[in-house]
């Protein structure tokens, strides 16, 4: 799967956790999720667990410390996919 | 000096009405929120009755974000939200900006029996199969005690005292002697104080399987016997949440906020467990002594109590209260106060029946009604014997009240027991 597709099945995961005063157009592919987007850290789980059900994958506890920005996120999508 | 505290604001989520118009209305007309639950009879339950708010998914969403909403699965949580959030708005205040100071005044303590049942039994059932990593974030802020009390906290922007008190069904006229002192010793302007108990079969089973629930109405639920009636034979569980905006005099009068009730003072105490005392069964010396505590709190006596809102839960039990009250308050027969119980119209709330119940003691107390007693055509023999039978008010009153009396009682033997009154202060 190529990183724009990803990208358009990741965003709508994404956006379910934004905080009322930020905007979905502020995401993109290098925004930190928890500094820039301002999602509460405790929602990275939630974030992890829609993740795997979207892609039929699991994330190790390893994963989640991998963890920071959009990119990140679809760089270990890309290598559990490839497994 | 301690500083007098009054109630400025009210929120109701109860089986017979959600919204303080709601409620009043359906107290007033004698209206139960009592049904069949067909899933109950599924689940082979005695009783398959209950009382559950009725919430529209358009009215989740009034006070909760998609967001708070996702994976959400505690009706507890819901109903305190929904009161409280009520309660804040009733008394005219506002919660702070996101990047506001918190409100260092205001403070909140709303308890709960058990907190989130459901989601708990969720979370149970992942963990057992190995999935713990599946529960997601959600899991421990909907089945904390402090669920209710963290959940308002956030809405509102409080930063006084946010906790959660828990003693049974005396969970929240305990909860309000708590706020009430809180603010009377001077560490807080406003508390947000009530009580919440989940809906359905996980909370009421244990009540179930200790038969204190009836099991003869299941095909008229309109009918089941109500407090004090001679056919009572035990109650029907509910769920909802009540709950009340205390504030110091000073404060209310000071912003010209609408004053209910003065809270002139109170007692909470135990029976220990001792004498005719249990873990169930309450010890009558220690009832008695905390209403008389209580008038001694509020600096009154017993003749001046016009009106009772007593705990009754349409059980035997019914009968023992009746005597406690009147040996406390040294009266009886025509003498003795007008007395009335909620529950024959939203079943027992367990923790939130106190909290629930006050807020229907309130509105009594502010606009001049006795709601109906219902479904108590037939008094129950032995309380006739104690006090007259027109003190147990069967059709709707309109009668001005100034002093009231609300007891809650609870497993574990515990009491509370709240005095109000209106129009002194001004």
Known sequence: MISDEIYDLLEPIIKTYLPEDVSAIDINRSSDLTRELNINSAHLVDIVLDIEDKFNIEFKNEDMEKLRNVNDAILLIQQKIAK | MKKRVVITGLGVVSPNGVGIPDFKEAIKSGSSGIRFFPELRELKFSCQLGGQPEISEEKKREYLSELQLRNFNSSGILYGVIAGMDALKDAGLNVTNKNEEPLWELGIIFGSGTSGVEKFREAIYKIDDKNVRRLGSTSVAQTMTSGVSAYLGG????????????????????????????????????????????????????????????????????????????????????????????????????????????????????????????????????????????????????????????????????????????????????????????????????????????????????????????????????????????????????????????????????????????????
């Open chain 2, 155 to 426: 809405l509102i922007g409080a930063g006084n005292k946010v906790t959660a008190n828990s003693s049974a069904c005396a969970t929240g006229t305990e909860a309000l002697l708590m706020g009430f002192e809180h603010i009377a010793n001077g560490k807080a302007t406003y508390m947000l104080c009530g009580s919440t108990s989940d809906y359905g079969p996980y909370i009421w089973g244990g009540f179930d399987a200790m038969k204190v629930t009836t099991y003869k109405y299941n095909d008229m639920p309109q009918n089941v016997a109500g407090p004090m009636s001679a056919n009572a034979s035990g109650f029907v569980p509910g769920s909802g949440a009540g709950a009340y905006l205390l504030e110091s005099l000073e404060s209310a009068q000071k912003r010209g906020a609408t004053i209910y009730a003065e809270v002139l003072g109170g007692a909470i105490n135990n029976g220990g467990q001792r004498g005719e005392g249990s873990m169930t069964a309450p010890n009558s010396i220690a009832i008695q002594k905390c209403i008389t505590d209580a008038l001694t709190d509020a600096g009154i006596t017993a003749s001046e109590i016009e009106y009772i809102n007593g705990h009754l839960t349409a059980t035997i039990k019914d009968t023992d209260e009746i005597k406690n009250w009147s040996s406390a308050l040294n009266r009886k027969d025509n003498d003795f106060p007008y007395i009335n119980s909620l529950k024959g119209m939203t079943g027992h709330c367990l923790a939130a029946s106190g909290s629930i119940e006050i807020v229907s003691a309130i509105l009594q107390l502010h606009e001049g009604f006795i709601f109906p007693n219902v479904n108590c055509g037939n008094l129950h023999p032995e309380i006739a014997s104690i006090i007259a039978s027109e003190k147990v008010v069967t059709k709707l009153q309109e009668i001005p009240l100034q002093t009231i009396a609300k007891a809650s009682f609870g497993f574990g033997d515990v009491n509370a027991c709240v005095i109000f009154r209106k129009n002194k202060y001004i």
